[in-house]
């Protein structure tokens, strides 16, 4: 993979092995030592040409595009509701979604090292960490949900379409033709209530663990642990199947769906347009927040999933075409939804909008009481249980696969080598306590986590530092640059007004109006008491203040003014890309910041230094084969004699540095003062130290040195 790094003022900080030590002045000088590098073992790539698209297709097309995108859709104005939807697609989530998926190609690095780009914003990385930790904890508790349906639908009679059973009440009913069922209560309603959950009356009453739903939850975490236990060349072949089986399943239903009486009248509701609803904010509200929360934006996950490619890969096209499936995959799981509903409402002669139902209510009530009416009723739920559970389970692995990643290139010497122990421990601290979510009153805390955790404005603000520290602090015409690196050219200039104006624009509008329309949290006519709801924003503010935080964080660790450490936190770094078998050959992007050129020893521009014999401001001269400096010097046989005799020793010019590299084997003589590290290529003959045909022509002894500040040094 591809080597790369951060250069500040002369100080090279690998992207691909992060420091242990988090303190933001340590971006530590680090030599080309191939055989420390060699130490750790090799970050893997995607091994098939699809892996990384259908890895993000089945990453990002989860439970939502089933359940909430066609309730939204039927809720707010049928067909008029892909106009905000498609809107905020363009303007927003697309952006973000190459945004994110760029990153994480360009660093082959994690969610948490991609920042040393803008290292003031290293509490993004943190603030996503927490929150996919929260959402693996009980999110896949829902796929619980579905293996628990799926198991008792291999029966000749499902036991939710009948109330002959030992937890049906004398309330129960199966006629659906019934009008008034004010005191009786489905039999679907009773299976969902009483027997898988066993509810209580609130989320004081947490009651036991069910027993049922432990091992359902163990089974989805065997599962996820066997899909990525051994790394993205595994993982790649499992989304094969887990990607692709839910489009099966989704065509196999909607040919079922339109052949039943009423579907037209369903899917007519369904598409419709009423453009009155546009007056309201709250589609348009809706529209956004679909669009952030189906396309799993500010997680991690596809930054950790990006950073997997080749360097070269085309990220441009394979991330429009996942938005545009991903849409599309809505829409059509839309028209299956509502041929599903616009039955239901036939036999129970309601209308259409009193029976599309949103969220767990969808899946686990509305469909499993309109299966009971079909023939051969258990085929029909195996079939959308086992979609529900493909669909959720790609969701859950490629989220936890970005937890992992994060932290295994956070800290590569301790945990790269003991990945498959490491991700077995995740999954058995997230099971332990995703077994409060799986307790008689289980379903309140389940709520308390969707509602405030993992979702909502904890989420939307940790999407908008992510748009802003790259496209306003990063630089935009430096990303676009290596996006151009990436792809071989430059994307339209579109992007590039979406990430500095409209998205930031959209996602902060979109946090203040959920700030405002924020209501406490409610479950049916059961309100969450206070304490439960000061737990929930307490799991919100876990993440939230992380990004601020570090920010505080790293300005105390910094030294000097005021202002002068605001500069250093505010200048973006300059990125030093080595050559590897993905990067380019040799490639060193200025610092803007920087006030003159340090090959270039005539410049005016550039002061003498502030502390001219201290060399922890080094003014970098990069040399290479076959690409020749400004004055070129080859490496002579004996480097140990170049650090004694050379003007480049600290002893007479502190200021210089020298870093000869290519990709072979490498010698280093180091001097205690000035390490050199010098990388001899056997492709090309040696110098000759006596020949008098090869002319050194060392730098300039007067060459001044950058115009820096101590406390810029320290970075």
Not at 581 to 592: M, R
Request: aromatic share 12%; glycine share 8%.
């Amino acid at each position: 993979m591809a080597t790369n790094g951060t250069k500040t003022d002369g100080q090279v900080t690998e992207l691909n092995e992060v420091a242990n030590n988090d303190k933001p002045k340590s971006l530590e000088v680090r030599t080309e030592n191939n055989q420390n590098q060699n130490d750790l073992p090799d970050r893997e790539t995607w091994g098939g040409r699809f892996d990384f698209l259908l890895s993000c297709v089945g990453y990002a097309i989860g439970l939502g595009n089933v359940w909430r995108f066609p309730y939204l859709c039927g809720k707010n104005g049928g067909g008029a509701f892909l106009i905000p939807y498609f809107l905020t697609l363009i303007f927003a989530g697309m952006p973000l979604f190459l945004l994110e998926c760029s990153l994480g190609q360009y660093t082959s690095i994690g969610g948490l090292g991609v920042w040393k780009l803008a290292p003031m914003f290293k509490g993004v990385g943190l603030a996503a960490a927490v929150l996919s930790f929260y959402l693996n904890i009980y999110y896949i508790v829902i796929i619980s949900w579905a293996i628990y349906y799926l198991y008792n639908s291999f029966t000749t009679e499902l036991p939710w379409s009948s109330c002959n059973n030992e937890w049906n009440t004398d309330k129960c009913y199966t006629n659906h033709s019934i009008v008034d069922t004010t005191n009786l209560t489905s039999s679907v309603m009773e299976f969902w209530e009483r027997n898988m959950h066993e509810m209580t009356d609130g989320l004081e009453k947490p009651g036991q663990i069910r027993m049922p739903l432990a091992i359902t939850l163990a089974i989805a975490w065997v599962l996820v642990y066997f899909c990525i236990w051994k790394g993205v060349g595994w993982t790649g072949k499992v989304v094969y199947f887990s990607a692709t089986y839910p489009y099966f399943m989704l065509f196999i239903l909607f040919i079922r769906g339109v052949t039943l009486p009423g579907a037209r009248e369903g899917i007519m509701f369904y598409i419709t347009p009423d453009f009155e609803k546009l007056k309201e904010s709250e589609v348009w509200l809706d529209a956004a927040t679909q669009i952030f929360f189906s396309y799993g934006l500010g997680l991690g996950s596809l930054i950790a999933l990006g950073s997997y490619n080749p360097f070269n890969n085309n990220v441009y096209r394979d991330s429009i075409i996942v938005c545009c499936i991903n849409s599309c995959t809505s829409m059509f799981a839309g028209l299956v939804i509502f041929s599903i509903v616009g039955f239901m409402a036939n036999v129970t002669k309601r209308p259409i909008a009193d029976v599309a139902a949103s969220g767990p209510g969808l899946a686990f009530l509305a469909y499993p009481e309109a299966v009971t009416q079909l023939p051969v009723s258990p085929l029909w739920a195996i079939l959308f249980f086992s979609m529900l559970l493909m669909l959720g389970i790609d969701s859950q692995f490629c989220t936890v696969e970005g937890f992992i990643t994060a932290l295994v290139d956070e800290f590569p010497r301790a945990l790269r080598g003991r990945r498959e122990l490491f991700i077995a421990g995740v999954c058995l601290v997230s099971y332990l306590i995703g077994l409060s979510n799986i307790t008689q009153g289980g379903i309140y805390v389940f709520k308390l986590f969707d509602y405030y955790s993992a979702s909502g404005m904890c989420l939307l603000f940790l999407v908008f530092f992510e748009c802003i520290s790259i496209s306003w602090f990063y630089g935009v015409n430096k990303f676009y640059d290596n996006i151009e690196e990436m792809i071989g050219y430059k994307p339209c200039i579109w992007w590039k007004m979406c990430w500095v104006v409209f998205t930031p624009l959209i996602v902060g509008g979109v946090f203040l109006f959920s700030a405002i329309q924020m209501v406490p949290l409610k479950m049916g006519d059961y309100v969450f008491p206070g304490w439960g709801q000061g737990v929930g924003w307490l799991m919100a503010l876990s993440s939230m203040i992380l990004i601020p935080g570090y920010m505080v964080y790293m300005f105390l660790g910094l030294k000097g003014t005021y202002k002068e450490r605001l500069r250093i936190m505010l200048r973006p770094p300059a990125v030093v890309r080595r050559p590897q078998e993905n990067g380019p050959e040799l490639q060193v992007e200025t610092n803007a910041a920087n006030l003159s050129s340090p090959v270039n020893p005539a410049s005016p521009a550039s002061p003498a230094p502030v502390n001219p014999v201290s060399p922890a401001n080094p003014a970098p001269v990069k040399a290479t084969s076959p690409v020749a400096p400004a004055n070129p010097a080859p490496p002579p046989a004996n480097p140990v004699a170049v650090a004694a005799a050379s003007p480049l020793n600290p002893a007479t010019s502190p200021t210089a540095t020298i870093t000869i590299s290519t990709t072979t084997t490498t010698t280093t003589a180091a001097s205690p003062v000035n390490p050199i590290a010098t990388t001899v290529n056997p492709t090309s003959s040696a110098p000759n130290p006596a020949s008098p045909t090869e002319p050194v022509n060392p730098p300039n002894p007067t060459s001044p040195t950058s115009n820096l500040t101590n406390a810029e040094a320290n970075v």
